[in-house]
């Protein structure tokens, strides 16, 4: 049972580059997230899937795509890298969007040059 | 809009010496409180968590937390604390009845030997 998965681990981007951070979660729950950690800013919302099929934006949304490709899975696409995306993204996941305890990956510590 | 605040970017304590971190919240209705702690280069681990019921709850490592509905507080306390909690700590806010978890800045606890 590993919980919530993340890759890659380390990334660097040139302005401009695309990329995808991959989620995956094997302990059956319905609702995932993504958060980006920011010093001196704690963990903001980008975007969340209450349930397959379905995703909503976050706090901080510009700049992000997200696909709940199956229960298991919710990746994260930046589409045009900037350097304000420079930053350490979560994947966290829960039983429900009303569920108690967020359970979160180890994160994918991303730079943009 | 639901936030959090913790007031105190590091706290620093001696091994054996009580811990105390603090965290006041904005929520308009009653409020789920959570503790997060986070070891370096890891992910969030949940600590424990307000629901409803008794004030005090205790959660993971021999943490507590102490909610106060007067003075909006949640402070997180170890008795003894260990060089081994030296970790960022997060408190998080939640209305019941939405999905968005708030966090807090975070607090940097340094246990000196």
């Known amino acids: 049972n590993a919980g919530v998965t993340q890759t890659p681990k380390f990334q660097v981007l040139k302005t401009g580059q695309s990329m995808t951070l991959q989620c995956a979660q094997d302990?059956?729950?319905?609702?995932m997230y993504w958060y980006r950690q920011d010093p001196g800013m704690g963990l903001r919302l980008i975007y969340y899937?209450?349930?397959?099929?379905?995703?909503d934006k976050g706090e901080v949304p510009n700049g992000y795509n997200v696909s709940r490709l199956n229960k298991r899975e919710f990746s994260l696409r930046l589409e045009s890298a900037a350097p304000s995306q420079t930053s350490v993204y979560f994947c966290?996941?829960?039983?429900?969007?009303?569920?108690?305890?967020?359970?979160f990956g180890p994160g994918t510590r991303l730079t943009v040059t | 809009a639901q936030s959090v605040a913790q007031p105190e970017d590091q706290v620093n304590v001696a091994e054996g010496n009580p811990l105390t971190v603090k965290c006041t919240y904005s929520?308009?209705?009653?409020?789920?409180l959570f503790w997060y702690v986070q070891y370096p280069n890891r992910g969030l681990q949940f600590l424990l968590k307000?629901?409803?019921?008794?004030?005090l709850v205790k959660g993971s490592y021999g943490f507590e937390a102490e909610f106060n509905k007067s003075q909006t507080s949640f402070h997180l306390k170890k008795p003894s604390a260990l060089v081994s909690d030296s970790a960022l700590y997060f408190c998080?806010?939640?209305?019941?009845?939405?999905?968005?978890?708030?966090f807090g800045a975070g607090t940097t606890v340094t246990v000196r030997a």
């Open positions: 966290a996941s829960s039983e429900g969007p009303l569920s108690y305890e967020q359970y």
């Open positions: 302990m059956n729950h319905n609702s």
């Open positions: 899937s209450a349930s397959e099929g379905t995703t």
């Open positions: 929520v308009s209705g009653n409020p789920y």
């Open positions: 307000y629901i409803t019921g008794d004030n």
């Open positions: 998080a806010v939640r209305d019941p009845n939405d999905y968005k978890l708030s």
